[in-house]
């Protein structure tokens, strides 16, 4: 497909099964076969995180990058069909509790270009919450 048809991509809520790394460099991979050269190059990546122990808002899912549970996360697509996600907490994070989900939105999308979404650029679908981006590509949460 490589990025070519006007599908949007969304994976599963997933924990990792270990994180590599050291003290303030955690991080983890995880196949992303969606995540092809044509998406990665002129598509949109999104990342979400909903993090046990959140004191601040234990039901809220945040876009990544993100500051949360006293730690920095992240993501990075550092090979195409791979995206790594990272955190600089001081102890490992958890395997458990954490979830972890992408969307990935090609650029050629029909939607992308339609009224609703008025020709929004990749900052503005990246300022957008995770509820309303789900609402708007059909995507269960």
Not at 121 to 132: A, F, G, P
Request: hydrophobic share 40%; proline share 6%; aromatic share 14%.
């Amino acid at each position: 497909m490589d990025g070519q048809d006007a599908t949007v991509y969304y994976s599963e809520w997933f924990a990792p099964s270990v994180w590599s790394g050291t003290s303030g460099d955690w991080y983890f991979d995880a196949s992303a076969p969606d995540l092809t050269k044509g998406i990665v190059e002129n598509g949109v990546v999104l990342a979400y995180v909903w993090l046990a122990g959140d004191l601040y808002d234990a039901t809220s899912v945040r876009p990544l990058p993100a500051y949360a549970v006293g730690a920095n996360w992240s993501f990075l697509v550092h090979q195409y069909g791979s995206i790594e996600f990272t955190s600089d907490m001081i102890s490992k994070p958890l395997t458990t509790g954490n979830q972890f989900r992408f969307v990935a939105i090609p650029g050629i999308i029909p939607s992308l270009k339609s009224a609703s979404l008025k020709n929004k650029s990749e900052q503005e679908l990246r300022s957008m919450s995770y509820k309303d981006i789900c609402k708007l590509f059909n995507i269960p949460e």
